[in-house]
């Protein structure tokens, strides 16, 4: 195995971040755009493994996003609707949202979405909160399942589920502390 390239930890949060007792190791930094938020031209993102995993095979993952439109509950409306628009081609698409009343600038959306084969399947869970003055932090949880362990997976999602959810929305949110997240 070849040494891993050094990574840019651009948000000040190099790890690794326990998720649900399983150390994630920052894996990916970068700047990305998401097709389903056409209105943001570049979202800062970082992404954490736990050791051993690889991203094309990966199981779990958390990641960092820093997304340009605020409130929070503006980027979870945008993302609700790139899921309903996906329901055309993806049968399997079920998303919640949920916060507490009053807290509507810590909102928790999950979703259920499958690979067009029907052989892979993700699930995540984003936990959004406002940044400063000009940012949502997105704070994802992902898990996945593949090809024979697919049935597993989704069937493991009842007990999973609501555990993960728990855990990100109780969980101390690593703090990004870089400032010049605008200027990269």
Known sequence: MEPRAQITDYLGVPGPIMVQGVPHELRESGFTQLGWLPQVERVMTQTYLPPGQEFDSSTWQFSIRMVALTPPWEVMMARARSLEARHEIDPIVNYQAV????????????????????????WTAERLVPWRQHLTACYLVVRRGYGEGARAFLEGLSVDRPAAIAALRGMELPQVTDTTLGQA
Do not use: K, M, N, Q
């Open 99 to 122: 916060w507490d009343e009053g807290r509507e600038d810590d909102i928790c959306l999950d979703y259920l979405v499958s690979h067009p084969s029907g052989t892979a399947f993700e």
